[in-house]
């Protein structure tokens, strides 16, 4: 695949939000397809809007490495909780950040770099969430959600830097 901002991509990470479905790409050969969960709001740039943000990125920083399965992240930290039904009962309103966080950043200035559209500042992750949240439909605030296993796989597999390409 060639696109102007990411260049000449052969590994790379596809998410299609009308499928909810990412896609691990090498050498152009498509390896593992994981299920996930876009925005609730559906697709689009805005800081605040609470959409998913289309168009190329990369992944700018990997974050939780050694951490258990289900871990509790707050403002990229562990916060030294383990997610389990109890504290979802306890924290309903939550939005849940677990397991591992992959924090990406927009390739494409105007549409999803710098400004009021900048994906980094926005705070668009792929990460984990709880696994009964995961059901085949979008209902995120604006980060790719992923069953934890798969973000731990998917974080186990990739390096930081990658290419992503998210689109409708």
Request: glycine share 10%.
């Amino acid at each position: 695949m060639k696109n102007k901002a990411a260049g000449d991509v052969q590994n790379y990470l596809d998410i299609a939000i009308s499928s909810q479905q990412l896609t691990i790409y090498e050498n152009g050969n498509r390896v593992r397809c994981y299920p996930v969960s876009t925005a609730k709001k559906g697709a689009g740039e805005l800081m605040g809007s609470q959409c998913t943000p289309r168009g190329w990125h990369k992944i700018r920083a990997k974050i939780g490495a050694g951490q258990p399965l289900q871990s509790v992240f707050r403002g990229r930290r562990p916060t030294n909780e383990i997610y389990n039904a109890e504290l979802g009962r306890q924290y309903p309103q939550r939005d849940w950040i677990l397991t591992r966080i992959l924090w990406l950043g927009g390739l494409e200035p105007g549409k999803n770099r710098y400004g009021t559209v900048d994906s980094t500042w926005r705070y668009i992750y792929i990460h984990g969430c709880p696994d009964e949240l995961m059901n085949g439909n979008p209902a995120s605030h604006g980060c790719i959600r992923m069953k934890n296993a798969d973000v731990l796989d998917l974080f186990n597999r990739v390096e930081a830097g990658i290419t992503v390409y998210i689109h409708d």
